[in-house]
């Protein structure tokens, strides 16, 4: 006899296979994030692009790679961390994450609040929802942190212009 409520189950899985797969690969990507996705394509893309910046410095923060997060800043960008001075200059904020990366290896995965794209101009609100695990002189730290990228459309590429960090104890309050 034949199981209805399974079979449709099955049913609905394949349409939804089906439909993931010819889907853009963005807009796969996008369908597995939190925040809220525009139903414009366009504006979507914005987003997007927006994302990738960000999930870049994700990435390379993970890989301990100076360089390769200068490169997303723009020219007279800020990086504003908790209990440091601003980092205004590319050799400030060279040195300040030199230095993080010789006492902390992250292993960070960010969880994204929103990402909103206003014309040349994108925030991007991420959060550690579950807290990176950070090395720091060989001891397991837990790191909670909530961040704010601002970005600024340049020569056709998203550029953060302004990054900030609050640590917060505990996701998802307050």
Not at 10 to 26: H, N
Not at 112 to 132: K, P, W
């Amino acid at each position: 006899m034949l199981n209805l409520p399974r079979f449709c189950a099955g049913i609905g899985a394949c349409v939804l296979a089906a439909a993931l797969m010819s889907a853009p690969a963005w807009a796969q990507a996008l369908a597995e994030r939190s925040y809220q996705v525009s139903s414009d394509p366009a504006m979507a893309a914005q987003q997007q692009a927006a994302y990738d910046v960000v999930h870049r410095y994700e990435t390379l923060l993970n890989a301990g790679d100076t360089a390769g997060i200068l490169k997303l800043y723009a020219p007279d960008s800020v990086a504003e961390w908790n209990d440091k001075p601003s980092f205004v200059t590319e050799a400030e904020k060279k040195e300040a994450y030199d230095a993080l990366f010789k006492v902390a290896k992250f292993s960070t995965v960010f969880g994204y609040a929103s990402v909103n794209a206003y014309g040349d101009t994108a925030v991007v609100r991420t959060f550690h929802h579950e807290g990176a695990t950070v090395l720091e002189g060989g001891k397991k730290v837990v790191d909670l942190n909530r961040e704010v990228f601002v970005l600024r459309r340049m020569d056709g590429e998203y550029k953060i212009t302004l990054y900030i960090f609050n640590t917060n104890p505990v996701q998802g309050e307050g």
